[in-house]
C-alpha cells in the first residue's frame, strides 16, 4: 500500500491505473480508524480493481474549534490497519495542500442541509461538500463508499455527485455496530467504559421508535415515548430525536406515511456528540 502525501502525486499514482481501464473504490474518512470504516473498504475492495482510502481531518467541516482539537487522531496506527486490506494507496494530504487558499466557492444544499446535522453544526455541510468534491477530483474513483450511521452526509453527497454530474456512484454501507448495538464511531474512544454503556442506551432508543412504529403508534407519540426513555437515562443528553422521510428527510406531519423512514438521533454522552439513525421500511 503506498502512503500519498500530496495531491499531485495522488494523481501521478491514479492516471495510469485510469487509463488501463481500472474501476477505482474510493473510501473517505477522517481516520482513527475502526472496524465500520473497514466495512465500507472491504466493501470496495470487493467491487473495484484497487481501492485507495484517504484519512484527512477536514477542518472545513468542524463549526466548533474545540471540536477540531478534540477530534481523535490515530494516523500510524490506521495505517497499521490498512496496510493489512490490501489497498491500492491511502491518501492522507496536509491542511496546506489540500486549501492552497480559502475555498471561495460555497455549496448550499438547499432545505436538506437546514435539517437534523445541519440544523446543530451550521456550515458542517459546505465543508463536506467541498472537501469530497476535491477528493473525487484527486482521486477519480468510480465508486464512493460512505457510511449510513452519517445518513443525511451520505444523502447529501450522492445528491451533489447527481447534481454536479460528478462520473461517481456513491454507495452507502449499512451501519456497522459493536454488541451492544452501539454504533462504530472514532468518537467513541474519548468515552470511558461506563459512557460506552450509556452510549448503547441511543440504539435501545432507535429500535424502540421501530417497535413502536411497526406495531401503528403514531409518530409524534413514539417520538415522545422514546424522549422520555432519553431523558431518563443518567449521561445521557438529547439535541435532537426526529422521525423524517428516509430519501429526503423532510419532517413526517401525518401519522401513516407511505415512504420509508429514518429515525434521527443526536445525543451528548461525557461531552461527545454521538449520531445515529435507524431506517424504517415501511413496505
Ligand atoms: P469518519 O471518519 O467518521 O468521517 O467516517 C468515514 C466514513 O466511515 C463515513 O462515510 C462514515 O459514515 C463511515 N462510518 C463511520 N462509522 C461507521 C460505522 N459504524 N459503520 C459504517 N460506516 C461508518
Known amino acids: 500500500m503506498q502512503v500519498i502525501k500530496s495531491a499531485a502525486e495522488m494523481r501521478q499514482a491514479i492516471s495510469p491505473e485510469k487509463a488501463t481501464g481500472k474501476k477505482i473504490g474510493f473510501v473517505p474518512t477522517m481516520g482513527a480508524l475502526h472496524e465500520g470504516h473497514l466495512e465500507l473498504v472491504k466493501k470496495s ?7 485507495v482510502a484517504s484519512i484527512f481531518v ?3 467541516q468542524f463549526n466548533n ?14 495505517l497499521e490497519m490498512l496496510r493489512q486490506t490490501g489497498l491500492f494507496a491511502t491518501f492522507c494530504p496536509e491542511i496546506a495542500d489540500m486549501y492552497t487558499d480559502q475555498p471561495r466557492v460555497s455549496i448550499d444544499f438547499g432545505h436538506m442541509e437546514t435539517v437534523l446535522e445541519g440544523k446543530y453544526r451550521p456550515g458542517h455541510f459546505n465543508g463536506v461538500g467541498i472537501v469530497v468534491s476535491k477528493l473525487f477530483n484527486i482521486i477519480q474513483p468510480d465508486h464512493a463508499y460512505f457510511g449510513l450511521k452519517d445518513l443525511q452526509q451520505f444523502l447529501l453527497v ?11 456512484q456513491v454507495i452507502g454501507v449499512e451501519t456497522y455496530r459493536s ?5 462504530l464511531s472514532s468518537r467513541n474512544r474519548r468515552l470511558s467504559n461506563h459512557g460506552l454503556e450509556i452510549a448503547a442506551n441511543i440504539y435501545k432508543g432507535l429500535q424502540m421508535a421501530k417497535q413502536k412504529i411497526a406495531e401503528g403508534q403514531p409518530i409524534q407519540r413514539t417520538l415522545d415515548s422514546v424522549l422520555e426513555f432519553y431523558n431518563s437515562t443518567s449521561g445521557l443528553s438529547v439535541e435532537y430525536f426526529e422521525i423524517v422521510k428516509a430519501d429526503d428527510l423532510m419532517s413526517v406531519e401525518n401519522t401513516s406515511p407511505k415512504s420509508d423512514l429514518a429515525v434521527c438521533v443526536a445525543a451528548y454522552v461525557e461531552g461527545v456528540r454521538l449520531i445515529d439513525n435507524l431506517y424504517l421500511h415501511l413496505h
Open 158 to 168: 450522492q445528491k451533489m455527485a447527481n447534481d454536479l454530474s460528478f462520473p461517481v
Open 58 to 60: 477536514n477542518p472545513l
Open 179 to 183: 454488541s451492544s448495538g452501539l454504533a
Open 65 to 78: 474549534v474545540t471540536d477540531l482539537q478534540a477530534y481523535p487522531r490515530a494516523l500510524d496506527e490506521d
Open 45 to 51: 475492495l470487493e467491487q473495484n480493481d484497487l481501492t
